[in-house]
């Protein structure tokens, strides 16, 4: 069973620094790319980026200057860093993989592709 854990919110002054945590059971992130994603309650979800099995990372054009996404293969965990923090990057964060994708190792060019996601963990931006 594919179970995928965040971890790392929590409330942080503009300007400052996060890094959010994905622990994967069940697979291995030697095979499989594991995306990040946040949402705003009533608002669409928005992706972050990707990661690949081989650690080729993707980003939304808006979030490649502050944030990145990393992994370690040993702790089955990939990373999201998130810096010079903004009021509007308060949201949930989420981390999913493409677990029943045709090639779950490659970030699918859609979010639907993404089939198990954690729980989320919330990121508040406020002074």
């Known amino acids: 069973q594919v179970q995928l854990v965040e971890s790392g919110g929590g409330l942080v002054q503009p300007g400052g620094s996060l890094r959010l945590s994905c622990v994967a059971s069940?697979?291995?992130?030697?095979?499989?790319?594991i995306g990040w994603f946040r949402q705003v309650p009533g608002k669409e979800r928005d992706g972050v980026g990707c990661?690949?099995?081989?650690?080729?990372?993707y980003y939304a054009d808006s979030k490649k200057d502050r944030f990145t996404i990393s992994k370690d293969d040993a702790k089955n965990t990939v990373y999201l860093q998130l810096d010079s923090l903004k009021s509007e990057d308060t949201a949930v964060y989420y981390c999913?993989?493409?677990?029943?994708?045709?090639?779950?190792?490659?970030?699918?060019?859609?979010?639907?592709?993404?089939?198990?996601w954690g729980q989320g963990t919330q990121v508040t931006v406020s002074s």
């Open positions: 069940g697979i291995s992130l030697n095979h499989y790319a």
């Open positions: 990661i690949t099995s081989d650690g080729t990372v």
């Open positions: 999913a993989t493409p677990h029943d994708a045709a090639f779950p190792y490659l970030c699918p060019r859609s979010d639907s592709d993404f089939s198990s």
